[in-house]
């Protein structure tokens, strides 16, 4: 079992940058697919960024290339999720999800059904 607990959400104006934390209850390090998901109200869940744990390689959806930046601390077992010139539209519930068997490289472009563990979301919200 792994238990995950994000944080780190809030409002902010355009433009602004938050940093997204989630902290993982065991060693995900030896090869997990990490991620991040979000829903805006009304909408779908949608990939943000994945990270392998073993290697650090990442994928992102093209809405956050150049914006979001994935990453993770493994001595402190902690993904990160860096955002920067936050819009309006990144307005949503952010999630963590983890998982051992998921394709990493592909799961971005998903909704996240294949990650077996989640945390409970942070809001985030981006005003105009």
């Known amino acids: 079992q792994v238990q995950l607990v994000e944080s780190g959400g809030g409002s902010v104006q355009a433009g602004g940058s938050l940093r997204l934390s989630c902290a993982a209850s065991?060693?995900?390090?030896?090869?997990?697919?990490m991620g991040w998901f979000r829903q805006a109200p009304g909408k779908e869940r949608e990939g943000v960024a994945t990270?392998?744990?073993?290697?650090?390689?990442?994928s992102y959806a093209d809405s956050v290339k150049g914006r979001f930046t994935i990453s993770q601390d493994k001595a402190e077992n902690t993904l990160y999720l860096q955002m920067n010139s936050l819009k309006p539209e990144d307005t949503a519930i952010y999630y963590c999800?983890?998982?051992?068997?998921?394709?990493?490289?592909?799961?971005?472009?998903?909704?996240?059904?294949?990650?077996?563990?989640w945390g409970a979301g942070t809001q985030v919200t981006v005003s105009s």
């Open positions: 990270l392998y744990t073993y290697d650090g390689r990442t």
């Open positions: 065991r060693y995900t390090y030896i090869g997990y697919c």
């Open positions: 999800a983890a998982d051992p068997w998921v394709r990493c490289g592909t799961a971005v472009a998903g909704r996240g059904a294949d990650f077996g563990y």
